[in-house]
């Protein structure tokens, strides 16, 4: 039974390299404060920590499903991690752990009750982005953590020239991803779920353990960012996250992510965070009214859904083409 696996086309992944090059170009003539080194820092370290939350989006879209509490685990995350330094002493090693296994385990919990209840991602992790932001609230009573360990906070700020040495982390995890879903068996299994679910399934695949295990990379990812925020900020902020939607879907679905499931394009997802960061970042340094940025990334998302719809009816129509054809050959 075949099972189908999508991967980014390269002329998409070509394109969106020449848009961001040509975008990069522009805004350097446009507005020289582009390339000052100071801009390039700080462009780069909210890419970085962006670049995090489209990877935790884009792993559950791979299972064609949709992780609607990535910004509520950040959050979450960044304020265990920063209750624990601040309001008990916790050693910032212990307490890093901590706060990442949280966001783990709160992917678990995405996957397991998704499974298990059957019940629509879109819907469920709904409900539960509310039940996080709400153990949030409880413990914080809207108030920030101040005061986080100063290695912290210089590491949100850490620079090598225009680089955060933050991006670093990104950097190890994007390959890491990549290698995970594109060279190892889970990962390859965990395309073959998204493709075809139903196939996976009598194919004799993991389904559930695919499901739950795309889940907690979702929620880990997320923990890694909220994390890398948190030391961004210098503080534990109960509102870290509550923006990361757009994003989130932006970068995959623009990148060439299938809503239906069975891709996962990590080099086209982070194109198209190059892109929509350089959308962000020209139009501030111009200027522009903010509602620009919403509008214009946005638009790329419905224009990239179109495309990908339109390129899935295509294929449908080619190989359904190439079955009939090869029937009307066996009949002769």
């Known amino acids: ?19 961001d090059l040509l975008g990069m170009l522009v805004l350097s003539v446009v507005t020289p404060s582009f390339l000052s080194t100071y801009n390039l820092f700080i462009t780069s370290r ?13 792993t559950v879209l791979a299972l064609g499903q949709m992780n609607l509490s990535v910004g509520a ?19 910032v090693a212990i307490a890093l752990v901590a706060g990442l296994m ?7 919990i995405n996957g397991l009750l998704v499974d298990w209840t059957k019940i629509n991602s879109f819907v469920l992790t709904l409900g539960t982005s509310y039940v996080f932001a709400g153990i949030n609230l409880g413990i914080t009573h ?24 933050m991006a670093t982390v990104t950097i190890v995890l994007t390959l890491l991803l990549a290698g995970f879903l594109y060279q190892v068996t889970l990962g390859r299994q965990l395309l073959a779920v998204g493709g075809n679910q139903l196939a996976a399934r009598l194919s004799g695949l993991p389904v559930r353990r695919s499901v739950v295990t795309a889940h907690a990379i979702s929620g880990f990812l997320a923990a890694v960012a909220g994390t890398m925020l948190m030391a961004q900020l210098g503080q534990g902020q109960p509102t870290i996250g509550v923006s990361w939607i757009l994003p989130s879907f932006a970068g995959p679905i623009i990148g060439g992510a299938a809503l239906a499931g069975g891709s996962a ?28 940025v919403q509008f214009l990334i ?3 998302i419905l224009g990239a859904v179109v495309l990908g719809r339109t390129r899935l009816c295509d294929l449908k129509a080619l190989f359904y083409g190439a079955r009939r054809a090869s029937q009307r050959e066996a009949s002769r």
Request: some cysteine.
């Open 142 to 165: 809207a108030t920030p953590f101040y005061h986080i360990p100063g290695e912290i906070s210089s590491f949100g700020q850490a620079r090598v020239g225009a680089f955060p040495v």
């Open 73 to 91: 685990i950040g959050g979450l995350v960044a304020i265990v991690e920063s209750g624990l330094m601040v309001r008990y002493g916790v050693p």
């Open 102 to 108: 949280v966001g783990a385990v709160c992917g678990v």
């Open 298 to 300: 946005g638009a790329l």
């Open 46 to 58: 909210d890419l970085s920590i962006l670049l995090l939350v489209a990877l935790a989006q884009m």
């Open 1 to 19: 039974m075949m099972l189908r696996v999508r991967s980014i086309a390269p002329g998409l992944a070509l394109g969106l390299l020449i848009i």
């Open 265 to 292: 394009p990590v080099l086209g997802t982070v194109l198209a965070m190059v892109l929509i960061s350089l959308i962000d970042d020209g139009l501030v340094l111009v200027n522009a009214d903010l509602f620009w």
